[in-house]
């Protein structure tokens, strides 16, 4: 049950992205706000009508331990081309949100760089702004789950990361 919940918390995963580049928006005291409780709405929204969707075109029965349930909805929707077709777009939608993080992330580590002098190294821009050396690292540490690790593994202690450290900051 806590290893399903991993999966489920990767849907709200995002609606927070606003804050890790606060510097970088125009206006922050009036748009972060509004970008955070939008994008919450959004995908709350989204969430639910998508479980909605899922729970009435597939019979509860068929649900039980199958890791594919969009495919599977959108086959009883679609037929098969149209499922096939459909999990495309899943990935494809999948391949946007970690190129968001992509861009994101390196952020973080470049901010941190910039207030803790033992990080220092992450905070070196290019010209253009970009953060090289914190993108370097991320792409190293990605590089070492993917050659070390299964994908489920990958996605369950990322998660478990995600959780603690939001824990941690929701404490403090």
Same mark, same amino acid.
């Given at each position: &049950?806590?290893?399903?919940?991993?999966?489920?918390?990767y849907?709200?995963?995002?609606?927070?992205?606003?804050?890790y580049?606060a510097?970088?928006?125009?206006? %922050?005291?009036k748009?972060l706000?509004?970008?955070?409780?939008?994008?919450?709405?959004?995908?709350? @929204?989204?969430?639910v009508l998508?479980?909605?969707?899922? @729970?009435?075109?597939?019979?509860?029965?068929?649900?039980?331990?199958k890791?594919?349930?969009?495919?599977?909805?959108?086959?009883?929707i679609f037929?098969?081309?149209?499922?096939?077709?459909m999990?495309? @777009?899943?990935a494809? @939608?999948?391949?946007?949100?970690?190129?968001?993080?992509?861009?994101?992330? %390196?952020?973080?580590?470049?901010?941190?760089?910039e207030?803790?002098?033992?990080l220092?190294?992450f905070?070196?821009?290019?010209?253009?702004?970009? %953060?090289?050396?914190a993108?370097? &690292?991320?792409? $190293?540490?990605?590089?070492l789950? $993917?050659?070390?690790?299964?994908?489920?593994?990958?996605?369950?202690?990322?998660?478990f990361?995600?959780?603690? &450290?939001?824990?941690?900051?929701?404490f403090?």
């Open positions: &049950f806590a290893v399903s919940l991993i999966y489920v918390s849907a709200y995963t995002g609606w927070n992205a606003a804050v580049i510097g970088e928006i125009k206006h %922050p005291e748009n706000p509004r970008s955070l409780f939008t994008g919450a709405a959004i995908v709350l @929204l989204l969430y998508l479980n909605y969707v899922f @729970l009435y075109t597939v019979p509860m029965a068929d649900l039980a331990g890791v594919e349930i969009g495919f599977m909805s959108a086959i009883n037929g098969t081309t149209g499922g096939e077709m999990s495309m @777009l899943i494809l @939608l999948l391949v946007s949100t970690v190129s968001a993080m992509v861009f994101v992330g %390196p952020r973080i580590s470049m901010t941190m760089g207030d803790m002098p033992v220092r190294l905070s070196k821009k290019s010209r253009n702004g970009i %953060p090289i050396n993108i370097l &690292f991320q792409l $190293i540490v990605t590089l789950f $993917i050659y070390t690790s299964s994908f489920e593994q990958v996605l369950i202690y990322a998660a990361m995600l959780t603690f &450290f939001t824990s941690l900051t929701v403090g």
